[in-house]
């Protein structure tokens, strides 16, 4: 199997564009020049479209990790008081983050299920300078209320902070009409971009309520702001210069096919893998509700009886199509495929396809051909 | 001017070779994968020869910024010392960090002017847990005595961080040899990488010494070595891939050329630059004595009398040719060209014939030719 000739159908980093991959092969230029300046502003521009808010952006140089680190450490100090919610991976680490950095009152629920709302809201009202929630758990495949939590963190003036990173760009995410005070997303999910970049906005609201100095020297959304309002527009810190040629290109292709139309799309290839895995008897993991949702995004689905991760996560990737596995509690016991940025239906077909050649092989599927017809009816291809 | 053919002879990023630039185009790879974990690996292997290290060794993504940021906030908790000695920009930054998580002991010299090595005991005989200093202070050309430090550290008992990153692989660096605990350095300066990594050494006695937990979440060497101790080798959060694949490909060239033949030629190139500045009167900016040397990899040298920044700077631009001004408080006062990694004689030869040309028409120059004799005589030719 050549690595490289592969396709990458895990939640992150994703598949990027050939004419994306291309740009990152552009010579270094100066990260304080005009000519990187133009290149910041022009992202940002574009990305304040891709956030639906007017909020201020700023891209930081690192993993999505390293946006939460900020979003909390330039928000809560020691004697503050954060409430996190969580019901998967990622929301847990923002409750470690909070740790780090002053006090949580976590809300947590069972991996996979919906929040609580009446919770939520009872740990508001024992009062907190900020809350905290992912909108997509990525390691579970649901997609939270944000924009219920949201109207809760307004009533309890509440900073809130939203870990969108599998999820902006990719579901519906309404930063200014849901008060988001700071959202972050990273460059690998639905912006199709290598991962290395942290992008993060931030309200006023958000600013004003600052720390004086930020937990962390190196996640300071002050610096970062700072620096993001010279002329020409800078990083306070040298950036990875090719994954902004990256995500310019990114937006771009973004851009032109339209930031409504590529949410929609995936919306529907998403709809297509959960078709597909009805088609097939495949148990989709996470439990919905009015509020939570099945995610656009990312696809987790119960592993099928008698077939190992092994079994099916290695006999998809020896047929060249990469998919991940459940996460800590849940290894073995889930599997997910990513429906993001430049994903197309063809992929989406193989990768059923590949689905379905593994199924049979093991002798769990009692006919082939069905979760590839069902998909293509809903990509209508 | 076309930004995409230009000759980048700043202190970093610093011109990157074609075959890195396309090792960057290749298609993403899950970072949970034995591939990447493979990659990883061989990346570590050959960074301890570049850091003359048996230490571990980590990745982090982010500027060299972070990696600085990870050794102070691992090592200094709210109520220890680090002694931050600083003769310029980068360690006034090591000041800055350590003000944040704990008490700072500053040892504050002028810019560009040596350490004075009692000061410095002085300092750590009040007591101290860490000392840091940059080896390479690039914002002045000046290298500074890191091996000196080193006894002093060893004598008192101090973890002795180290900002090595416009140094290690250009100067001479021996971490293990100079008793240095924690090493830092970014792939965009003698790594010849595009900017977005940090790699960090770690001693085994800094690692007994770490805070109970790190300061910042992000920059957490603790949660850096743990992932880097797995099989696959693997990092905390999801990295920049292609930065891999760069990082990979440049230390398979440096490797190639030999470690110790890539240090030699630099400091051959440096020299050069010196030769061609004292053959046109202008004036090296640092003060050196018996420890401090001007630095192999950047050369600071004072504007030319007559001559503006923007004259100068921006004519050579014109002419494809991108050098550094001074920062901060030296804006205006020097101009600095760095000579790292992948720059080759006629490199060189090119940036000080275009320097000449920008002098002689500022009427700044006697006579054309003299600068470039004198660098293609060191470079031999």
């Keep these: 199997m050549d690595i490289e000739d592969t396709l990458l159908m895990i939640p992150g980093p994703v598949k990027v564009a050939p004419r994306v991959l291309r740009s990152m092969s552009k010579p270094m ?22 956030f639906e808010t007017q909020n201020d952006v700023v891209i930081m140089t690192g993993s999505g990790t390293v946006g939460m680190d900020a979003a909390v450490g330039s928000i809560i100090g020691r004697k503050d008081t954060i ?6 991976k990622f929301g847990e680490r923002f409750t470690e983050i909070g740790e ?6 976590p809300v947590k629920f069972e991996w996979g299920t919906p929040f609580d709302l009446e919770k939520v809201e009872a740990a508001l009202e024992q009062g907190a300078k900020a809350v905290a929630m992912v909108h997509n758990e990525t390691s579970v495949g649901l997609t939270n209320p944000a924009k219920e939590v949201g109207k809760l963190a307004q009533k309890h003036d509440a900073i809130f902070i939203v870990d969108g990173i599998s999820s902006i760009g990719g579901n519906e995410f309404l930063t200014d009409d849901w008060n988001i005070d700071i959202a972050i997303t990273g ?11 942290a992008i993060v906005s931030v309200s006023q609201k958000a600013e004003e309520r600052f720390e004086a100095k930020s937990a962390s020297y190196y996640a300071d959304l002050k610096a970062h702001l700072k620096s993001a309002r010279k002329s020409p527009v800078q990083t306070p810190y040298t950036p990875a210069v090719p994954l902004f040629f990256a995500l310019q290109e990114a937006l771009h292709m973004a851009s032109e096919e339209g930031f409504a139309s590529r949410r929609a799309r995936t919306a529907r290839q998403a709809e297509a893998v ?20 099945y995610s656009n995004t990312v696809t987790a689905m119960k592993m099928p009886a008698g077939v190992t991760d092994d079994k099916l996560r290695g006999g998809m990737k020896k047929q060249g199509v990469v998919v991940s596995g459940g996460q800590e509690q849940l290894k073995g016991k889930i599997f997910r495929i990513g429906t993001m940025g430049a994903c197309s239906s063809g992929d989406i077909l193989r990768t059923i396809q590949t689905l379905e050649l593994v199924l049979a092989k093991e002798g769990q599927l009692r006919s082939r051909g069905a979760g590839v017809e069902a998909a293509s009816r809903v990509l209508g291809v």
Tied chains: 1, 2.
């Design 187 to 197: 460059s690998q999910k639905a912006l199709a971009v290598p991962p290395g970049l």
């Design 83 to 88: 409430v996190t919610i969580s019901n998967g």
């Design 100 to 105: 780090r950095y002053g006090k949580v009152l």
């Design 29 to 50: 230029i100066s990260h304080r020049s005009g000519e990187f300046g133009a290149i910041y502003s022009d992202c940002i521009g574009l990305l304040k479209q891709f």
């Design 274 to 293: 959960r078709s597909a895995a009805r088609a097939l008897d495949i148990e989709l993991f996470p439990q919905v509700n009015e509020h939570s949702h």
